[in-house]
């Protein structure tokens, strides 16, 4: 799985298989890493994010942002913590785009 659109079809099947990361981007991207490369589970967390790309994992932020794209085209694929985070998100624009 090299390009975008599998990382989300990737994202996106995670979310329906496992719903423990819907909530958790890191547990998502756990997930991501043990299916491009099982051999994750033997390597420091260091190593895993510092040699990501050579790995053959996509960046966390690709993930975060693949997660993001699937909640939103899917409502079944959110998590309990969808809307607080949305709420979060909407007084933090509200709060500083205006100046303050």
């Keep these: 799985m090299s ?5 989300k ?3 996106k099947m995670i979310l329906e298989k496992y719903p ?7 547990r998502l991207y756990g997930f991501v890493c043990l299916l491009l490369c099982p051999d994750t589970l033997d ?5 895993v994010l510092w040699n990501h790309a050579k790995l053959g994992m996509p960046s966390y932020e690709s993930v975060t942002r693949a ?3 699937m909640q939103e085209l899917y409502p079944h694929l959110r998590g ?3 809307k607080a ?7 933090y624009h509200n709060e500083y785009s205006h100046g303050g």
């Design 85 to 91: 985070r949305q709420e979060r998100a909407l007084d």
């Design 9 to 11: 079809e990737m994202v």
């Design 80 to 82: 309990k913590n969808y």
């Design 43 to 47: 390597m420091s967390f260091r190593y």
């Design 20 to 26: 423990v990361a819907r909530d958790s981007d890191f």
């Design 3 to 7: 390009n975008k659109k599998d990382h």
């Design 67 to 69: 997660r993001r794209k």
